[in-house]
C-alpha cells in the first residue's frame, strides 16, 4: 500500500484558517485522552540473524525518478523510497495491531475523525535533524500545492484531511474531514521534511527529480548511475535500531539494485551469485531452470509457501475512452474471447490459479459468487452482434470500415508466452489482438497517460477494498490517476463514496459487494491469474 504525506506549517502561534493553512496552534490537549502505546506484540525478527554484508538485487529498468510524487513517480521502484521513510504508526504483520514507529503512543478522540500523536524525541531524519511536529504539518502544505503536480495527493490531502494541530514539538493532533473506518489507517501519515523543501515552486518536479530526500528509515540511497544501479547504505547510527519491532531487522549494510532488462540473464546472474534473491514464480524457473548444478549441489535453497492474503488486482483493463470499447457488449465480447484457462494450463503448468474478480482475499468485503467471464465463442458471437459487428473477410469483427483490433501493452518479456497463446486463441473469437513491449517504467507511463488500448498489469493491494482510485469518475479522462479503465458510472460513484463515508462494517461490507458487482456489470477488467503463494531461490 502506498504511504501518504501531511503538510504542516511551523509551530504555530495563532488560528489560521482552513483555507490559508494546514496547521493550527493549539492552548493544550482535550481532557481524558487516553494514550495507547504497543509493546507487548510478538517480535517477527530473529537475534540469530546475521548482520552485514551486500544484498545484490537487479531491477528491469531504472527508475524514471526518485520523487516519491508528481510526474513518472508511481513506478515499481517507488516502493523502495517509501520502504525507507517511516510514518507515525505501523501495522503488526500478523496481529494486525498498531506498533509504533515515529510515534510512541497515539489516542482517539470521541469524535471519531481525529487521532492524537507524541513523537518520538529520538527520531531524526537522515541528515541529523530532528523529527518535529513542523515536518506533519509541513506534509499537509506540500501534498496539497500544484507544484508537485500530483492531482490525486493534491484531491486527498485537500478533501481528505482537514489540519495538524501542534500542541508542542513532539505532541500533535490529525484530524480527518469526517469520521472514518479504521481511522488508524487514514491517520498515521508520515511527515515531509520542511527545512530540506521549504517553499516550493514551479521547478519542483525537475529540481528534485534525482534528489535523494532526506528519510526516517534504516537505509538510504547513498549511490546512483543513471540507466546502471542504484545503491542503499544502511545507516550506522539510525535512530530507531534498537526499538522493539525493528530490532534485528534490516541486517545488511548495502542493497545493491543493478539494472538488468532481461529476466532470464538475471537468471543468469542469479547462477553466478551476482544476484542474492531470485523469484521463481514463473513455473519454467521453478520446474525446469533450477534444475542446475548450484542448486542440485545445495549452493541454492528454493521455498514455495502458500499464503491467505489478499490478491492483486491482475488482468487486463480496458481504456473505455477508446471508442472500441465504450460498448459495453464489445468489452463482454473481449472477456468471452479471452482464454485465460488455456494459458494457466499450457503455458503455466496449472501453477497459478484463475482470478475470479479483483478483490480476492478480502474476507467478508470479497463477493465470492463474482466469477469471470471464460472462454466462449458463441457468447462473443452473441454481444458482437448485439453491437452490429460482423465478421470481415479475414476473421476479425468489423463495424463501419473498423477492424476488432486492440494493443496490448505490456511490460514483462517473460509475459510473452501467456500473451502469445491468448492472442491465437482470439483469432478463434474474431478479435485480433496486438501485443506491444514495453520496458516497465515506459508502460507503467503510457497506462497513467491513458494512452493504452488494454493494459496488462496488476496492482497492489490494501488491508480493505480501494475503489475510489481505481473506479470514481473523479479520476477518469486525465492522466496521473489510477483509474486506467477512465470508468465514469454516476451509480458507481455513489456506491463508492457511500463506502468512503460509511463508518458501520456491516455497511461498508454490503457497499463493497456491489460495488464489485457493479464493476463486474462495467466489464472494464478481465481478472487473469492469482498466486496465492511465495515461491524463491
Known amino acids: 500500500m502506498s504511504k501518504f504525506f501531511i503538510s504542516v506549517i511551523k509551530a504555530a502561534i495563532v488560528y489560521f484558517f482552513f483555507f490559508q493553512t494546514a496547521a493550527y496552534a493549539a492552548p493544550g490537549l482535550p481532557e481524558g485522552i487516553e494514550w495507547l502505546t504497543n509493546d507487548s506484540d510478538p517480535v517477527y ?18 527508475p524514471m525518478t526518485f520523487r516519491v510524487v508528481g510526474p513518472d513517480s508511481n513506478g515499481s521502484f517507488r516502493g523502495a523510497v517509501l520502504d525507507n521513510q517511516l510514518s507515525l504508526i505501523g501495522m503488526h504483520p500478523n496481529t494486525l495491531n498498531i506498533v509504533p514507529e515515529l510515534a ?60 495538524v494541530i501542534v500542541y508542542d514539538d513532539h505532541t500533535i493532533a490529525v484530524v480527518s474531514m469526517k469520521p472514518v473506518p479504521d481511522l488508524h489507517l487514514k491517520l498515521g501519515i508520515a511527515p515531509t521534511p520542511r527545512h530540506y523543501y521549504d517553499k516550493l515552486n514551479k521547478d519542483f518536479v525537475r529540481k528534485y527529480n534525482w534528489k535523494i530526500a532526506p528519510n526516517t528509515g534504516p537505509y538510504q540511497i547513498s549511490d546512483f548511475k543513471k540507466g546502471k544501479y542504484v545503491k542503499f547504505k544502511r545507516k550506522k547510527d539510525w535512530w530507531a535500531e534498537e526499538l522493539r519491532y525493528f530490532k534485528n531487522r534490516f541486517n545488511v549494510d548495502k542493497v545493491t539494485f ?21 523469484s521463481i514464480t514463473i513455473p519454467k524457473y521453478w520446474h525446469v531452470k533450477t534444475k542446475t548444478a548450484v542448486v542440485e549441489n545445495g549452493y541454492v535453497h528454493k521455498i514455495w509457501f ?25 468489452r463482454y465480447a473481449f472477456a468471452h474471447a479471452m482464454n485465460i484457462g488455456r494459458v494457466i494450463g499450457k503455458v503455466l503448468r496449472n501453477d497459478y490459479f484463475r482470478l475470479e474478480h479483483g478483490f480476492m482475499g478480502y474476507g467478508p468485503y470479497s463477493d465470492n459468487t463474482i466469477t469471470a467471464r471464460r472462454f466462449d465463442l458463441d457468447k462473443v458471437d452473441l454481444y458482437m452482434k448485439e453491437a452490429g459487428w460482423h465478421r470481415g473477410k479475414d476473421g476479425v469483427w468489423e463495424k463501419d470500415g473498423k477492424r476488432f483490433s486492440v494493443e496490448v501493452t505490456y511490460g514483462f518479456d517473460e509475459h510473452t508466452p501467456r500473451l502469445v497463446v491468448l492472442k491465437e486463441e482470439a483469432k478463434k473469437a474474431g478479435v485480433e489482438l496486438r501485443l506491444q513491449k514495453l520496458d516497465q517504467s515506459a508502460t507503467f507511463k503510457k497506462f497513467l497517460e491513458k494512452k493504452h488500448d488494454v493494459a496488462w498489469m496488476g496492482w497492489s493491494t490494501s488491508l480493505r477494498p480501494q475503489f475510489w482510485e481505481h473506479f470514481h ?41 456491489e460495488i464489485q458487482k457493479k464493476i463486474h456489470e462495467t466489464g472494464c477488467f478481465v481478472p487473469t491469474f492469482m498466486v496465492p503463494y511465495v515461491r524463491q531461490a
Open 258 to 278: 543493478n539494472v538488468v532488462r532481461d529476466y532470464n540473464v538475471q537468471w543468469e546472474y542469479f547462477k553466478k551469485a551476482k544476484i542474492d534473491v531470485f
Open 104 to 163: 510512541t503512543h497515539w489516542a482517539f478522540d470521541k469524535d471519531k475523525r481525529t487521532m492524537y500523536f507524541k513523537l518520538d524525541r529520538n527520531a531524526r531524519w537522515s541528515d541529523g535533524k530532528p523529527v518535529t511536529a513542523d515536518d506533519f504539518v509541513y506534509t499537509l502544505e506540500f501534498m496539497r500545492s500544484e507544484h508537485i503536480i500530483a492531482p490525486w495527493y493534491n484531491d486527498y490531502y485537500t478533501k481528505e484531511i482537514e489540519k
Open 306 to 330: 502458500f499464503n491467505d492474503t489478499q490478491q492483486s488486482a491482475s488482468g487486463m483493463w480496458l481504456n473505455q475512452d477508446k471508442e472500441i470499447f465504450k460498448d459495453k457488449n464489445v
Open 45 to 62: 525478527a530473529s537475534p540469530e540473524a546475521k548482520k552485514g554484508g551486500t544484498l545484490h538485487s537487479a531491477i528491469p529498468s531504472f
Open 473 to 513: 469518475s473523479a479520476n477518469a479522462h486525465k492522466p496521473q490517476t489510477n483509474n486506467i479503465t477512465n470508468t465514469d458510472d454516476p451509480e458507481m460513484d455513489k456506491l463508492i463514496d457511500a463506502y468512503r463515508n460509511s463508518l458501520e462494517a456491516e455497511e461498508r461490507i454490503k457497499l463493497s459487494l
